[in-house]
């Protein structure tokens, strides 16, 4: 899984980071007591949120993830749980429940997505809301995506050039052993995209 390789994640926030989208789940939450994250990944959003008084409450599987959530300046105003919708009936009524970055797409069935909403649905109060984000098959994305045009070198954190493109991540200079392992979850993560550039 991806979002378990810790090289992978290392390159999650320079990959995706502040962005659009994120600034419209602050506004749509900003009538809301108590936002829960379902699939909060690296806590960005979950961060922000909890800057801005709400109570938070950040669900992933991935402990990889957790890790740089915990590591955020503001992490520990954010209640952090490892787990995934199994652990909705313990954290409390949500005013707002979120899953975003595409987290709806890592529910590969429709079985495995209804039992999901399913859950959220009893999380969160009456009347409130759940906010999640899908493909929009009819804008035919995949066409634009030429190696070519979505190549890019981005830094690390440590401080190393990484090649990143629809078609995996190489290092420059050398190439490691498991790399092709690491290309094929770049790829994978940038396929999580932005919601900027998912309305295309
Ligand atoms: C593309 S990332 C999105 C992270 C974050 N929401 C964002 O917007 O940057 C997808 C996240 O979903 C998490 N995930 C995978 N399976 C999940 C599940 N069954 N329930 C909840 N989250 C899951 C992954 O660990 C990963 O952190």
Request: charged share 25%; glycine share 8%; aromatic share 4%.
């Amino acid at each position: 899984m991806p979002y378990s390789d810790p090289r992978l994640v290392a390159l999650y926030d320079t990959l995706n980071p502040f962005a659009p989208d994120t600034a419209f789940y602050l506004a749509l939450a900003e009538t809301s007591g108590h936002v829960v994250d379902l699939g909060c990944g690296t806590g960005l959003l979950a961060c922000e949120l909890a800057k801005r008084g709400h109570r938070v409450t950040g669900i992933d599987p991935s402990p990889a993830m957790l890790r740089v959530a915990r590591s955020r300046p503001e992490s520990d105003r954010v209640t952090w749980i490892e787990g995934d919708a199994l652990a909705l009936p313990f954290v409390g009524a949500a005013d707002l429940l979120l899953m975003t970055g595409h987290v709806a797409q890592v529910f590969l069935d429709d079985a495995a997505l209804l039992a999901a909403l399913t859950a959220a649905r009893s999380a969160v109060r009456p009347g409130r809301r759940i906010a999640f984000e899908s493909r929009n098959p009819a804008a035919r994305a995949w066409e634009n995506r030429t190696p070519e045009r979505s190549m890019r070198r981005i830094e690390a954190p440590d401080g190393s050039v990484v090649e990143v493109g629809r078609n995996g991540a190489r290092s420059p200079t050398r190439r490691r052993p498991g790399a092709s392992r690491l290309r094929r979850a770049i790829a994978s993560c940038q396929s999580r995209g932005r919601a900027a550039s998912r309305k295309r």
